[in-house]
């Protein structure tokens, strides 16, 4: 997305995915799925669009999205790494991971690194307990994460 | 000929590198001019050894495991292709100890077939108890399911041949099955493995709970965090579709049942039955009060039934068995077989799936083997973050769903996660408080403010503020919490943490919290 796209521009992708799930019994949740695919988040614009599409307030969409832990109201960085804090992973070390990973990017809990690089997420549990502390970089997953292997995730989004 | 090479596809084998294996495997077949099929299996859920590698030998089964990257080359030097010795050698898959001491019924196919081939699900008896359902009444599959004396594995342990019957008798053209597949507890990845390495069982189990109630839509409500999952359904799905598994005419019957699935949005709150279905309308996932019950107007005010995707998988087999067959396995009012999930600080974590009865001790010291940092077990925290932590002195409790409530805990959802004697109780208590708070749908005060108040009165504890005061205090917001929630969220989160303070006292003493920087 250029960073000049107006309203009318926003307004007319939203639509476009409208369109295409307002088909599906409750369609609110896919339409702001594929919005945050496409935009990365959901812009503010896209909103009135929703809510004009379903026939709701902006209000309500805005409760909706303002409720789930996934939507994001800004741009998140080019990579998004989420570190779970769930207890499984916290019997494996999973704070001292995080209070690392915080330090080295000098971001708190889904704050993005000054230079746009990289948002950090919290998450509770990836269904990988068993291979405890988990983590998932940019979608993808990653088990017994130890320092060591963060600080190479790490440089390697750097590069 | 043609040597097929098992590498499991799913994300906890992925996680530890299975993908990498994969793509090392063929490059190097390819570079020897070795005549290889990589197939993608499940996992058989030992994460101790995955990446697990299989290879289809004349002697059977052969697994590898944990292979790296850096083993492959070795191991076709050693010819494991003709199943030949080497550091990373198993044995026969079937007659690895962890498995081989399992009674698979519901997991009996995962791991052992390609997750998407519906030939493959064939071939090893899939669909049979969907063929026998489809010669059946509704009230007689009904019956099946309440005589298997199955109860709901999602965690309320509510029998699923009664709400079955609610829906069958409950007026209404359209009906549907709802699978809950949110599994937000920490400690638990039965669903995700399931529907990662035998998809086509969770969609067999729908069309039977569909031919039983009269429903013909059905959806599976599955988080965000499971993306792996949520693609191989959405294949097998179609697989389905193109074989007319699904459809106007299942398997060629009259009968029409169609599927989809649904992401959440990282709420754990949207587990709770009520809250999911909110959710799946377009609406906040706030919890609903019950009544009416969703088997009466449940998904758009229609009658539907919620069922855990380990409750929906297991119906199938009682189908093909009877349900006789099934209930034998077990003990007391727990009927049937359980998929334990052992995880955490343990050195073989995985899936375990057992008849109910096995005792905590047994499950954490025997089957998981202890610790992973080989210090000793201090804690095991049971049924995810709602869930009662466990000293060794109760390691004697069965595993049995009235035997842990009378041990003030519960089973949820099965998962067992352990704490070395590293672990800070009333940092676990101070975290169950957070987990409420951040996840609280905000719908009942005890839960939305109790949670926060909560964690500021085991930070006053820590800073040693009038400490005994403050537990009493506690105790008495829990005991508000218990009483005064709308759901389990704020209802079971006193769970952690008055376990936490009565098993673990000496922890709730005065000292410095160490708190990720928040
Ligand atoms: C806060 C909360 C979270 C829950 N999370 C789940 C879940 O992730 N999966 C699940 O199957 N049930 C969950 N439940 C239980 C469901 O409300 C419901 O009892 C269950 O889906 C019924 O299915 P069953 O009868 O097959 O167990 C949760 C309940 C509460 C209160
Ligand atoms: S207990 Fe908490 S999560 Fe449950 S309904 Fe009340 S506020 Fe919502
Ligand atoms: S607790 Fe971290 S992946 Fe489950």
């Known amino acids: 997305m250029s960073a000049t796209e107006t309203t009318e521009e926003i307004s007319v992708r939203v639509g476009t995915i409208c369109d295409g799930l307002a088909g599906l019994e409750g369609p609110l949740l896919p339409i702001l799925h594929e919005v945050q695919e496409e935009f990365g988040f959901i812009p503010e614009g896209a909103l009135q669009t929703i809510a004009k599409k379903l026939n709701l307030s902006r209000a309500e969409v805005h409760g909706v999205a303002s409720f789930y832990h996934d939507f994001r109201e800004e741009k998140p960085g080019r990579h998004v790494i989420k570190i779970c804090r769930a207890e499984a992973c916290q019997s494996m070390g999973a704070d001292d991971l995080s209070d690392h990973a915080k330090r080295k990017l000098k971001v708190d809990w889904s704050e993005t690194t000054s230079d746009q690089n990289v948002t950090l997420e919290p998450v509770f549990c990836l269904g990988l307990c068993a291979c405890a502390p988990a983590a998932m970089v940019d979608g993808k997953v990653i088990g017994r994460v130890s320092k060591d292997r963060l600080d190479r995730i790490l440089s390697e989004v750097e590069s | ?518």
């Not at chain 2, 097929?4 to 084998?13: A, E, F, M, N, T």
């Not at chain 2, 996992?43 to 050894?49: A, E, I, N, R």
């Not at chain 2, 009544?291 to 009682?318: D, H, K, Q, Y």
């Not at chain 2, 060794?392 to 805990?409: I, M, N, Q, V």
Request: aromatic fraction near 8%; include cysteine.
């Open chain 2, 1 to 518: 000929m043609t040597v097929k090479i098992y590498v499991p596809l799913d994300s906890g084998s992925v996680a530890l590198g299975a993908d990498e294996v994969a793509t090392a495997i063929a490059a190097t077949a390819a570079k020897r001019g070795e005549d290889v099929q990589i197939v993608r299996n499940g996992s058989f859920g030992m994460y101790w050894l995955e990446p697990m590698v299989e290879v289809e030998t004349s002697r059977g089964r052969l697994a590898y495991g944990p292979v790296a990257v850096e083993d492959v080359d070795s191991l076709f030097d050693a010819g494991f292709l003709n199943g030949s010795d080497h550091k990373r050698y198993l044995g026969h898959t079937q007659d690895i100890p962890f498995l081989k001491a399992q009674t698979r019924l519901t997991f009996q196919r995962c791991g052992i077939i390609d997750p998407v081939s519906l030939d493959d699900y064939r071939a090893n008896d899939g669909l049979k108890g969907l063929e026998n359902a489809l010669k059946m009444t509704s009230e007689d599959i009904v019956k099946a399911v309440t005589d298997s004396g199955l109860r709901g594995r999602g965690g309320a342990g509510f029998p699923t041949g009664i709400k079955w019957n609610t829906v069958r008798q409950a007026p209404g053209d359209q009906k549907y099955i709802v699978c809950n597949a949110d599994e937000g507890d920490s400690g638990t990845f039965a669903d995700r493995m399931i529907m990662e390495g035998e998809p086509f069982v969770l969609i067999e189990g729908m069309i039977i709970a569909g031919l039983a109630t009269g429903a013909t839509k059905g959806y599976v409500y599955t988080r965000s965090e499971y993306p792996d999952a949520i693609r191989i359904m959405n294949e097998a799905i179609e697989v389905a579709r193109a074989n007319k598994l699904l459809g106007p005419k299942v398997l060629g019957s009259d009968y029409a049942f169609d599927m989809e699935v649904r992401m959440g949005a990282g709420a754990y709150v949207c587990g709770e039955e009520t809250s999911l279905l909110n959710s799946m309308e377009g609406k906040r996932g706030v919890v609903r009060a019950k009544p009416p019950l969703p088997a009466l107007e449940g998904f758009m005010a229609r009658p539907t039934v919620v069922n855990n995707v380990i409750s929906l998988c297991s119906v199938p087999v009682i189908l093909e068995k009877g349900a006789e067959y099934y209930r034998d396995f077990g003990m007391g009012r727990s009927r049937g077989t359980i998929p334990i999930q052992i995880a955490g600080n343990v050195k073989h974590g995985g899936l375990y799936e057992t008849a109910f009865g096995l005792t905590l001790g047994e499950i954490v010291d025997q089957i998981g083997g202890g610790t992973a940092s080989g210090r000793p077990v201090k804690a095991v925290q049971v049924g995810g973050p709602l869930g009662a932590y466990f000293p060794r002195e109760l390691f004697d409790t069965p595993f049995d769903y009235e035997a842990f409530a009378k041990a003030d805990g519960l089973i949820g959802h099965a998962g067992v996660v352990v704490f070395d004697d590293s672990v800070d109780m009333m940092k676990q208590a101070r975290f169950a408080m957070e987990f409420c708070a951040i996840e609280s749908c905000g719908k009942c005060t005890p839960c939305r403010i109790g949670s926060t108040r909560g964690t500021e009165v085991v930070d006053k504890i820590a800073r040693g503020e009038d400490p005994e005061m403050q537990k009493e205090l506690l105790a008495d917001l829990c005991e508000t919490m218990k009483f005064g929630s709308l759901c389990a969220l704020g209802g079971f989160t006193p769970y952690p943490v008055m376990s936490a303070l009565t098993h673990f006292p000496d922890d709730f003493r005065p000292h410095a919290l160490d708190i990720a920087a928040e």
